[in-house]
């Protein structure tokens, strides 16, 4: 959806031929119709669309609803080609100064008035006076993401607080926002829907407090990693339309302010997030459970030190409970098996990284959840064959496991999964025992959509031929460290799986530019990591760059092979490149500079590039103006000139300079895997 | 003589008719009793002072009194049901008539004092034996009226006695010189005896009191309730809810239960007198600890130990002194014992800065802002403190010291919104933008405080009025950021650098919005 890249026109545009009349005609619905068939198939249709006549551009400038230039100084010309854009999305323009602000509220016509979303959440550089042009000339801006605005103190807020009509609004990481700037937003914003305070660090329960008694319409509230304690939490529990209170985090929240709530929690409140809440035990989290009778969905990641049986048996008060996250808890006593009687209701059941998980008591638990679609046991190191029998045979309709780090669960145990669980649409078998066969078994589930299978080393072309034929949905395929993966395999995979969009390839040694030419035909492919693979080059990189254009993430570290030609080819057909690792590559200055004509470009990762000077490097950096983010080698931090350094640091870009030894040798994947285990005896 | 019927009536709202018909003539006794006492009457000395008991039995009043009255108001409780039956109109009339007479004569000592003190200026035995004389026969004749009223009149006790300060402070300054014991079982009579005048009526009466007994320095005055108004069952007198903002602590989350505890009553003058020794049983105030001792002696032998002498009886009177607790002398005070919801005042400072705060003009001014005023000077230091640093601002234009007290108003009323002070946004401004031009500033400064209130919001924003408007109007807001270029390049200087190929254009910004 990138709008407006200024240089590039259609190769071949010739004047509006006779054959475009007919499209002339077209009432608008059918032409907007038209439009969005052609941006689902491909986003950069609706540029050919624009030039092929003047009405199609004009039909075009009014269908479009989101904004997203690659620059702020382009915002003026873009406003004035899309003025009934309702979504401006700035989150490519790393620096966003106030005088740009300005120019959109200046902006010709009704574009400003018009205006209902804006997203700044990625920019820096402005401050009050920015916003408060905005507040002026946008009267109907209902949508506001100031996400990550460190800079942003009271002023802003204060500014924000005169955008009368906002219901979602996002101050997260304005950590120099206190009470006061929270306060007039409060009265100024008295519509406020959604509210996002995450790392407000300036804000206490004052703030809070004077939040809930002005926002009465608050629904979605994240107070994640405040300060809020117990001298707020009542107020915001007893918001009207609560539904959904995120408290990641939050120190302030402890057994004493949960207990001191009685009955006065939101009937309304339906998602609670109380993960990572470090002063929270069982006792407190039971008293508050019966006060929430509406609650859909419950996270204690990380929260109580402790499930035990009282605890699990107070969830019998939530009976519509869905889902529930237990994320790095500990089970005593049976807690895991109360777990299974109290809460039949579940539907998605997260035990990630807990201890205290044993066969008998986990088959005990998934025996009782017979609707559970969703199971998370990853890093639950003492289950074996016995409970995932259990989980095969209880839950048949899972839509999505992941066990990654179940060492103990055997091959033969694996095969059960594609048996008993044909739903599956989201699979994590990373680290595990898993061969050919069980891959082979898989072959039924053929909804098949995210499929993580590294660090499985048993496994080869012969299984993944399987998946590739009976999995046509896969979008997501991870096999990393699979050295037993061949070009024959990846093949079948990518003639397979047409809808294909990431693919992790790290460390197959084995694949060649074969596999990366079959993968070129697919078109959706965004995200390819094919870190230490020493054989493929830049003849495989060049086809991928031509066939699949929407790519926006690579990582080509240590494919040795990989010289400027690829780089040359990426520059001129991956326009949506968002994010590289060139590391270890042949590149040279030529071809990162060839690649810092991508505008679109935000992260690069250029360390120990032998054909890299410290010129060529300064003179990318420059060229490259969204950049976001560039790790760089230690050593041309003496090589460059200071003053250079701090320009493109003023632009928004932040250095990152990495000093990690020269290693070329890639250790094999089992050595690597029996390396990762040993740290695991330990 | 109507205004003090009045405000004796409002005050007696619970009490019958034909109380309030004594009452008037005893107060009709007492206008003339003030009005002639310029006439100059010589009358025989009564019996001797110091023997009068401190009963209402004293051998010398029966000589005053009639007989039939004279065994009632010997046990004024026992008697008073039986007297409010029998009630003989016949005996009060002989007795309102024994008191003119009786009242005529004191007149006229009075009047020949007057006169023969500008005659020869020695003679001080004489006048003071006279003094001693008139004071005595004053007392009878008090005595007298209660008993002729008071006894009448059951229903009247504690609560109207205490209502009138400076009616009470008479009492005092009669009966202790006399040598009156004011213990409980006295109360009564003396109560209804302060009844007599009017509240506005007694001041002179008061001064001339007080002229007759200047060779007491030490006067009682304050008054002992061993049980306040509420804990005897005596119904409170309906009385207007003046209901003073309260700034004191003291006796404020205290709940004790009336009865448990003595009230106390300080007289203004006390109060405000630069007393700072005080005596825990009476709450007398001295200038010096020592003059405080030799007082406590007067309590009782406990206090005249050494030890006791030594310091103040804090800590031995802990255990065996009853809870004491305060009351304000401020009739319709909440403070006061006759308000329906007394709260008592925990100690004398208490009592001395409550008085001081509700009761009395601000007198010091605060240097700093010329606008605050205090009564208490510590008040006054301590705001002088914060004085200036009232840096929590609301929208409206009320400052305050604190954060939660701004939040407190800002949730109270609709509209208000915090305000952020004129430094911080400068100061933000200045830190966002290192290259902060000076039109810049001022409109900041500007944005800073102007938040519109709610139009249906009758308060103007008094900070929006400061703003420069032609300047800072929409059509020359775009102006303003022509000078704002240098932004986009902060830190770093572009003359100077090398390369002329940055990829930034935002150089057209202030064009372009002039152009638009």
């Not at chain 1, 302030?252 to 109380?274: F, H």
């Not at chain 1, 046991?377 to 309709?397: G, H, K, V, W």
């Not at chain 2, 001395?352 to 009564?375: P, V, W």
Request: hydrophobic content about 35%.
């Amino acid at each position: 959806m990138t709008a407006t890249a200024p240089a590039r026109r259609e190769p071949k545009r010739r004047r509006p031929s006779p054959a475009a009349a007919p499209l002339d005609s077209l009432a608008d619905e059918l032409l907007f119709l038209i439009l969005d068939r052609a941006a689902a198939a491909d986003p950069r249709a609706l540029k050919a669309f624009a030039a092929a006549s003047r009405a199609c551009r004009a039909a075009e400038s009014r269908h479009r609803r989101a904004l997203r230039p690659l620059r702020a100084d382009l915002l003026p010309a873009a406003l004035a080609r899309y003025p009934r854009a309702p979504r401006l999305d700035l989150t490519l323009c790393a620096r966003v100064p106030d005088a740009a602000l300005a120019a959109v509220a200046a902006a010709p016509g009704a574009a400003a008035a018009s205006l209902r979303d804006l997203d700044l959440s990625r920019s820096a550089g402005f401050g009050a006076p920015g916003l408060a042009a905005v507040a002026r000339a946008c009267a109907g801006l209902q949508d506001l993401d100031l996400s990550n605005g460190v800079e942003l103190g009271d002023a802003a807020a204060a500014e924000v607080a005169r955008m009368r009509g906002l219901t979602r609004l996002s101050l997260a990481r304005c950590k120099a926002v206190t009470d006061m700037g929270i306060g007039c937003v409060a009265v100024g914003c008295a519509d406020l829907r959604d509210l996002s305070l995450r790392w407000c660090l300036g804000v206490t329960d004052l703030g809070i407090r004077l939040l809930a008694l002005k926002c009465r319409k608050l629904a979605t509230l994240d107070l994640s990693y405040t300060m809020i304690t117990k001298e707020s939490l009542p107020v915001i529990m007893k918001l009207p339309n609560l539904q959904v209170l995120t408290l990641v985090g939050c120190i302030g929240i402890d057994d004493d302010a949960l207990c001191s709530l009685e009955k006065e929690c939101s009937k309304s409140l339906q998602v609670l997030d109380m993960s990572h809440c470090q002063n929270v035990t069982d006792v407190g989290v039971s008293s508050i459970v019966k006060s929430m009778p509406n609650l859909l969905e419950l996270d204690l990641s990380y929260c109580c030190p402790q499930i035990t049986p009282p605890l699990a048996r107070s969830f019998k008060n939530i009976t519509k409970l869905r889902t529930l996250k237990l994320e790095g808890c500990k089970f005593v006593a049976d807690g895991l098996k109360a777990i299974g009687t109290s809460c039949v209701s579940i539907r998605e059941l997260s035990l990630s990284k807990c201890s205290g998980v044993t066969d008998t008591e986990l088959s005990f638990a998934v025996s009782r959840l017979k609707n559970l679609l969703k199971l998370d046991i990853t890093c639950c190191r003492n289950i074996t064959d016995l409970s995932l029998a259990a989980i095969t045979s209880s839950c048949a309709s899972l839509i999505s496991l992941r066990m990654e780090a179940c060492s103990r669960v055997s091959s033969g145990a694996l095969q059960l999964i594609g048996k008993h669980c044909s739903q599956l649409e989201e699979l994590d078998l990373t680290d595990s025992d898993l061969d050919d066969e069980g891959l082979k078994g898989l072959a039924g589930c053929s909804k098949l959509s995210s499929l993580k299978i590294g660090i499985c080393l048993r496994i080869s072309d012969e299984g993944l031929i399987h998946i590739g034929k009976s999995c046509p949905k896969l979008r997501d395929i991870d096999l990393y460290r699979c050295g037993g993966i061949r070009d024959d395999g990846i093949i079948q995979i990518a003639l397979g799986c047409p809808m294909l969009e990431s693919i992790n390839l790290s460390y197959c040694t084995e694949i060649t530019d074969r596999s990366l030419m079959s993968l070129s035909k697919c078109g959706k492919l965004t995200t390819l990591e094919m870190r230490g693979c020493p054989r493929v080059s830049s003849t495989g990189l060049s086809e991928i760059a031509m066939g699949c254009r929407l790519l926006s993430k690579l990582d080509i570290k240590k494919c040795f092979e990989i010289n400027d030609v690829a780089m040359l080819y990426l520059s001129q057909f991956s326009h949506s490149l968002r994010q590289i690792n060139l590391s270890y590559c042949s590149v040279t200055d030529i071809g990162l500079l060839s690649l810092s004509s991508i505008c679109g470009l935000q992260n690069m990762t250029i360390v120990h590039l032998s054909g890299i000077t410290p010129n060529g490097l300064i003179a990318a950096l420059m060229v490259c103006g969204g950049l976001r983010k560039v790790k760089l080698h230690e050593a041309f931090k003496s090589m460059m000139p200071p003053h250079m350094i701090k320009a493109v640091e003023a632009r928004g870009c932040g250095l990152q300079w990495i000093d990690k030894p020269f290693k070329v040798e890639v250790e094999p994947c089992d050595v690597w895997k029996q390396q990762s285990q040993d740290v695991l005896v330990r | 003589m109507e205004g003090g019927m009045t405000s004796l009536e409002t005050a007696m709202k619970a009490s019958s008719s034909m109380a309030s018909g004594a009452i008037r003539n005893a107060d009709s006794d007492q206008q003339t009793l003030r009005s002639n006492s310029l006439e100059q009457f010589y009358f025989p000395r009564p019996g001797q002072l110091p023997g009068i008991p401190p009963f209402f039995g004293p051998p010398s009043s029966s000589l005053y009194l009639p007989n039939d009255n004279e065994a009632k108001i010997g046990n004024p409780f026992e008697s008073i049901p039986s007297q409010n039956k029998d009630w003989d109109p016949h005996a009060i009339v002989s007795n309102l008539t024994f008191l003119e007479q009786k009242i005529k004569q004191v007149k006229d000592i009075v009047q020949s004092m007057s006169n023969r003190e500008n005659q020869i200026a020695g003679g001080s035995c004489e006048v003071a034996a006279k003094q001693q004389l008139i004071t005595a026969d004053l007392t009878s004749i008090i005595i007298q009226l209660i008993s002729t009223a008071g006894s009448l009149l059951p229903s009247m006790k504690n609560p109207l006695l205490s209502s009138n300060p400076a009616v009470r402070q008479l009492g005092n300054s009669l009966g202790s010189p006399m040598g009156f014991g004011m213990n409980a079982n006295q109360r009564p009579s003396v109560d209804n005896k302060t009844d007599i005048p009017g509240a506005g009526k007694t001041s002179d009466y008061d001064e001339l009191m007080n002229n007759l007994n200047t060779t007491q320095d030490e006067r009682d005055e304050l008054m002992k309730c061993p049980n306040p108004c509420g804990g005897e069952g005596s119904e409170p007198t309906p009385m207007e809810d003046h209901d003073v903002k309260e700034s004191d602590d003291g006796g404020e989350g205290e709940n004790l239960p009336p009865g448990s505890y003595v009230v106390l009553q300080l007289e203004k003058e006390e109060i405000l007198a630069p007393h700072t020794h005080f005596c825990l049983i009476c709450g007398k105030g001295f200038k010096r600890d020592a003059n405080l001792r030799m007082h406590m002696r007067g309590h009782g032998d406990e206090y005249k130990t050494p030890a006791a002498l030594a310091k103040p009886t804090k800590d031995s009177g802990s255990d065996h002194a009853p809870v004491t607790r305060y009351s304000c002398p401020f009739v319709g005070c909440k403070r006061n014992k006759e308000h329906k919801k007394f709260q008592p005042l925990k100690t004398i400072l208490c009592v001395k800065n409550h008085y001081k705060r509700s009761h009395c003009d601000k007198s010091y001014t605060c240097s700093r802002c010329n606008t605050k005023k205090f009564s208490v000077i510590a008040d006054l230091k301590t705001h002088e403190k914060h004085c200036g640093r009232d840096k929590w601002l609301c929208s409206c234009g009320t400052t305050f010291s604190r954060k939660d007290k701004l939040f407190g108003h800002v949730a109270l009323f609709q509209g208000h919104t915090p305000a952020l002070p004129m430094d911080d946004v400068k100061v933000s401004e200045a830190s966002e933008q290192p290259q902060d031009s000076e039109p810049m500033n001022e409109m900041t400064r500007s944005m800073g405080y102007s938040f519109p209130c709610s139009s249906s919001d009758g308060l103007s924003n008094l900070d929006m009025k400061m703003v420069d408007d032609a300047r800072f109007s929409p059509l020359s807001f775009d102006p303003c950021f022509g000078a704002f270029d240098d932004f986009t390049r902060p830190g770093f200087d572009i003359s100077e650098d090398p390369f002329s190929f940055l990829p930034l254009g935002s150089c057209s910004y202030g064009q372009q919005n002039v152009d638009s």
